[in-house]
């Protein structure tokens, strides 16, 4: 199964500084490790949601918000795609991941529709 799996926004990722070196190292292992297994799909961080829009649809009608948007903990600063046999197998590479973020922080796993078979 394909899951997404969101590394949530804080008050430091919003603000767009350059994130800790260190933390960059220890997250390039943790990819290198992924990828080894054959869990890792794909991986990107994203910029602050400053640098954003979000489009509103009500039937026809379209509006266009700018960010950043809050609160900054419900936003998404990156994220991976992993290729997992179950949700526990992905719970298990998650709680083996640095903290992203310099102080308190959250991961959420998000499992992806089922694909059907290429023709």
Not at 56 to 73: E, S
């Amino acid at each position: 199964m394909r899951v997404m799996v969101l590394v949530k926004a804080t008050g430091d990722s919003e603000r767009g500084g350059p994130p800790d070196p260190a933390m960059l190292q220890a997250m390039g292992r943790f990819n290198d490790e992924l990828r080894a297994a054959g869990v890792l799909v794909l991986a990107d961080g994203l910029q602050p949601s400053s640098a954003g829009v979000r489009i509103a649809f009500d039937g026809a009608g379209r509006c266009v918000m700018p960010g950043p948007f809050l609160p900054a903990g419900e936003q998404v600063a990156g994220f991976w795609i992993w290729e997992v046999k179950d949700l526990e197998e992905a719970v298990a590479w998650a709680k083996r991941c640095p903290n992203p973020m310099p102080g308190p922080s959250e991961i959420e796993i998000r499992p992806l529709n089922a694909r059907p078979p290429p023709a």
